[in-house]
């Protein structure tokens, strides 16, 4: 897969669904319910982090009986991890950082990638792979708005995902911000609704910030 093949691939998920949840799970089965809560607030990609041991047994899961959306992993942080998502049927990755091993790894097993990353020096070791899209992490604790929008001259070619800190109060400032393609967050997730499988209030959480943002 071609540097360029993969930031269309990005681009065109991010296009389709400018907030990315990001999503923890403690039972693998909790991701059906989940998924087809967000899906029907009008979310149909899945961030699925490795921040629990159920993760890699939900991403099998939701590749397997889900329809209609696009099921990624998060927090992957090494080859090995990259492996057991890539092999649960993740059909993108996201880091939190990324060491250039980790983006040759990713690059040699043709992994739609979306690398971490919180400084200038970073950015480049991306660019240097091949990489030119990015998840920014953690936004609000690395700079912010002002951060990203000082990157617009000098890396006109790339665009971010920013993540960590955004929620109801900022993420529109943030979607308005020409080098900013989608953002990430766990507020269309809270973590008591998952835990008390209150969907409906995830739906609701959903529908409102999708209709918000079109609106």
Same mark, same amino acid.
């Given at each position: 897969?071609?540097? &360029? &093949?993969?930031?269309? =691939?990005? !681009?065109?998920?991010?296009?389709? #669904?400018?907030?990315?949840?990001?999503?923890?799970?403690? =039972?693998?089965?909790?991701?059906?319910?989940?998924?087809?809560?967000?899906?029907? @607030?009008?979310?149909?990609?899945?961030?699925?982090?490795?921040?629990?041991?159920?993760?890699?047994?939900?991403?099998?899961?939701? /590749? %397997?009986?889900?329809?209609?959306?696009?099921?990624?992993?998060?927090?992957?942080? *090494?080859?090995?991890?990259? !492996?057991?998502?890539?092999?649960?049927?993740?059909?993108?990755?996201?880091?939190?950082?990324? &060491?250039?091993?980790?983006?040759?790894?990713?690059?040699? $097993? #043709?992994?739609?990638?979306?690398?971490?990353?919180?400084?200038?020096?970073?950015?480049? *070791?991306?660019?240097?792979?091949?990489?030119? /899209?990015? =998840?920014?992490?953690?936004?609000?604790?690395? +700079?912010?708005?002002?951060?990203? %929008? &000082?990157?617009? @001259?000098?890396?006109?070619?790339? $665009?971010?995902?920013?993540?960590? +800190?955004?929620?109801?109060?900022?993420?529109?400032?943030?979607? =308005?911000?020409? #080098?900013?393609?989608?953002?990430?967050?766990?507020?269309?997730?809270?973590?008591?609704?998952?835990?008390?499988?209150?969907?409906? /209030?995830?739906?609701?959480?959903?529908?409102?910030?999708?209709?918000?943002?079109? @609106?």
């Amino acid at each position: 897969m071609t540097s &360029s &093949s993969i930031s269309q =691939k990005i !681009d065109a998920l991010c296009a389709s #669904n400018p907030i990315v949840p990001v999503i923890v799970v403690n =039972k693998a089965e909790e991701i059906l319910p989940l998924a087809r809560a967000l899906k029907e @607030g009008g979310i149909t990609v899945l961030e699925i982090t490795l921040r629990s041991d159920a993760a890699i047994e939900a991403i099998a899961l939701a /590749r %397997k009986e889900l329809e209609g959306v696009t099921v990624g992993a998060g927090t992957v942080i *090494n080859a090995q991890q990259l !492996d057991a998502v890539m092999e649960a049927g993740a059909e993108f990755v996201v880091t939190p950082g990324a &060491s250039v091993k980790l983006l040759k790894d990713a690059k040699a $097993r #043709n992994t739609v990638l979306l690398p971490g990353i919180a400084s200038v020096s970073e950015i480049i *070791n991306g660019l240097d792979e091949g990489y030119d /899209r990015f =998840k920014f992490f953690p936004a609000e604790a690395a +700079g912010g708005l002002p951060f990203i %929008k &000082s990157l617009q @001259g000098p890396f006109s070619q790339v $665009r971010f995902c920013p993540t960590g +800190g955004i929620g109801l109060k900022n993420y529109q400032e943030y979607l =308005k911000q020409p #080098n900013i393609m989608a953002v990430g967050g766990s507020w269309v997730v809270p973590t008591d609704a998952v835990e008390s499988g209150d969907w409906a /209030r995830i739906t609701q959480i959903t529908r409102e910030t999708m209709q918000t943002l079109k @609106g």
